[in-house]
């Protein structure tokens, strides 16, 4: 999903570079204010959504736990996520969750319902901020619950390791990023889930799947993702287990490579689920 330049009001700007700052959202141009513009831009949004995780880390407390000579019993410590989801949904109610990369980053989700709050998140950030950076946002196509087989979070392919700007690194270092990166961590508010890394590459974005007639084709597609990435993963893939896309821009930007874009599969495992009535499950 890109938003493109208009070049027909970019007239007074005599070359425009293929630098990628956005995954085809924000190219950079050759005036330097036009640069400085965008960068600025991507810096406060991403300076914003690292405000709205640090308001909802739960801080480390060690949990004591009193000798009871009466009781023989060993109580277990009751698991505290990282993350409080029911503040972050609090304060910012399109908030879906939260995302942690393999290097601990963590960056808000929200929920879209339509192609214009889409568009609205590729240029926003959770709390509204107007930044090139926008926010990361589940697929309006796909169920809040995780309901789907196949679900897709998009962000912006932007420079370093800012957003998704580090999907593409499992192409372009192939084994090596791998083995340094294969576990992402996802918090909502049904629960901690790890996220698996076991395909990355570049795709017909419209041709995605999220439910599967049969799990016979799911697992093929599946397995043909696999096999076709530039890695190796270990992970080891089931008819039943459900899929979490991360999605951006290929590092051509959008606005070149049409509807292709780069997908990282990863397969979802709970750690720490809550029941709807609020009870906990391992």
């Not at 879906?96 to 590729?122: Q, R």
């Not at 998704?164 to 508010?189: I, R, S, V």
């Not at 990435?229 to 287990?241: A, G, K, R, T």
């Amino acid at each position: 999903m890109g938003y493109k330049i208009d070049k027909n009001k970019s007239k007074k700007i005599n070359k425009l570079n293929k630098i990628l700052i956005a995954g085809g959202l924000a190219i950079a141009l050759s005036g330097q204010g036009y640069f400085a513009i965008n960068m600025f831009s991507q810096l406060e949004g991403i300076k914003q959504n690292d405000t709205i995780i640090e308001k909802v880390i739960v801080q480390d407390k060690e949990n004591t736990l009193k000798n009871d000579i009466q009781m023989e019993q060993t109580v277990e410590p009751e698991y505290t996520p990282k993350y409080d989801i029911n503040a972050l949904q609090a304060e910012y109610p399109n908030a879906w969750g939260i995302i942690e990369k393999p290097n601990g980053n963590a960056f808000p989700i929200a929920i879209t319902n339509s192609d214009e709050e889409e568009n609205y998140y590729l240029k926003h950030t959770l709390d509204g901020t107007y930044s090139t950076s926008g926010c990361l946002f589940l697929d309006s196509q796909n169920d809040k619950n995780m309901q789907n087989q196949v679900s897709r979070i998009w962000g912006h392919n932007l420079l370093a390791e800012n957003m998704f700007g580090d999907l593409t690194e499992y192409q372009n270092q192939g084994q090596t990023f791998y083995d340094q990166n294969k576990t992402y961590t996802l918090y909502t508010k049904n629960g901690v889930y790890k996220l698996e890394v076991f395909a990355a590459l570049e795709e017909d974005g419209t041709l995605q799947e999220f439910d599967y007639q049969n799990q016979e084709d799911f697992l093929k597609d599946m397995q043909n993702n696999k096999n076709s990435s530039n890695f190796i993963s270990d992970v080891n893939l089931e008819p039943e287990n459900k899929i979490i896309v991360l999605a951006c821009c290929t590092d051509r930007g959008s606005a070149i490579s049409g509807n292709n874009r780069f997908f990282v599969y990863t397969k979802v495992t709970p750690v720490y689920e809550y029941n709807l009535n609020n009870t906990k499950t391992l």
